[in-house]
């Protein structure tokens, strides 16, 4: 299944199907009946500390993703991880990775798209 990413401030479309927030906190200024979402995979996303730490500078970006790799194979998100994988391969339509971030390039959301993406080779 193709995997997409989209910032939740965009329109939802059909073309979106599955819908998955990976940010562990919920968006400003987005209600919760207006998601529209499938899942909120709340735990799958970086801790506080390497959030924090990251703080969406693109120049800690390669950083960030090898430290957020690691947190996912050896943390808390394992678990939550193969819950994500499995909806790729349970569902029969796309699936969109939701996240916050005003950065499109350097975030959570493509890390996990990578990680997916990689799956389905």
Do not use: C
Request: charged fraction near 40%.
């Amino acid at each position: 299944m193709p995997v997409q990413l989209k910032r939740i401030y965009e329109d939802d479309n059909k073309q979106d199907g599955v819908r998955v927030l990976v940010d562990r906190i919920w968006p400003r200024g987005v209600a919760k009946e207006d998601a529209k979402l499938d899942y909120w995979m709340k735990e799958i996303g970086p801790s506080n500390e390497l959030r924090e730490w990251f703080g969406h500078d693109p120049e800690k970006y390669n950083q960030f993703k090898k430290k957020y790799k690691q947190e996912l194979e050896d943390g808390d998100q394992q678990e939550e991880l193969e819950k994500l994988k499995d909806l790729t391969k349970k569902h029969n339509k796309n699936l969109t990775l939701l996240f916050s971030a005003k950065d499109e390039k350097n975030n959570q959301a493509r890390v996990l798209k990578e990680i997916l993406d990689r799956q389905q080779l």
